[in-house]
């Protein structure tokens, strides 16, 4: 996928929860960010020291 491709699919799928969640900010934000960390992880999946750090980083936004 090039970066424009990549860039064009992140816009989408923070596009799409900012019209499925109109009033509701925070759980907006919530969403945008689990998009994020699971970005993140999908791009280095194998580096394990990455994945224990992102796995607890999307644990404690889903606690937000």
Known sequence: MTPKEKAKELFNKMDMIIYTDQYN??????????????????????RVSTMKYWNEVRHKIEKL
Do not use: F, G, S, T
């Not at 907006?28 to 999946?45: F, S, T, Y």
């Open 25 to 46: 900010d925070e759980n907006q934000c919530i969403r945008c960010a689990l998009v994020a960390v699971d970005e993140i992880i999908k791009a280095n999946p194998h």
